[in-house]
């Protein structure tokens, strides 16, 4: 099940040629969303106010606005600006369920600078779906949207 995240990253490289972040944030997620098997959203939700994260583009279902930092997994990421891998969601007291289809979740914060640009948030049906081999993956395959992309 493990995608072979060397050429994705090579693939999502080729992909991202024009640095707009809007446009370079819509290619991602619909690029992780057809690549990565197995899950029901791919998006971005983006820091535009302190302590806050709005939604950004993404696919799958219409999604939760805003979330706060202290809220949920995605506000964990963002707060702690580490990856937040979940196995089981319904066993996150504070978990924001957007779809009841998500069982596992992977949240990755977008640094620049010293600045939390936002984070990436990918859900899966599957319990347990992300490894840390897939962790590593979606880390490396941020790091070439953040070295292609001008961030604001
Ligand atoms: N479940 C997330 C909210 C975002 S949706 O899954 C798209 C959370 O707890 O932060």
């Known amino acids: 099940m493990t995608p072979d995240y060397a050429l994705l990253a090579r693939q999502l490289a080729a992909l991202?040629?024009?640095?707009?972040?809007?446009t370079n944030s819509a290619q991602a997620c619909a690029f992780l969303r057809q690549e990565i098997p197995a899950l029901n959203w791919a998006g971005f939700y983006l820091q535009r106010e302190p302590e806050m994260l709005s939604l950004g583009p993404f696919q799958g279902k219409p999604a939760c606005h805003p979330i706060p930092f202290d809220?949920?997994?995605c506000g964990a990421a963002a707060r702690t600006?580490?990856?937040?891998?979940i196995d089981d969601v319904h066993a996150i007291a504070d978990h924001i369920a957007c779809d009841a289809a998500s069982n596992a979740e992977l949240v990755v914060p977008i640094v620049t600078g010293d600045r939390l640009w936002g984070?990436?948030?990918?859900?899966?049906?599957?319990?347990?779906?992300?490894?840390?081999?897939?962790?590593?993956?979606?880390?490396?395959?941020?790091?070439v949207f953040v070295e292609r992309t001008d961030l604001e």
């Open 16 to 22: 991202l040629d024009t640095r707009d972040w809007l």
């Open 71 to 73: 809220k949920g997994v």
């Open 81 to 85: 600006r580490q990856t937040q891998r």
């Open 119 to 143: 984070v990436l948030d990918l859900d899966s049906p599957l319990r347990g779906r992300f490894t840390a081999a897939d962790q590593a993956g979606i880390e490396a395959l941020m790091a």
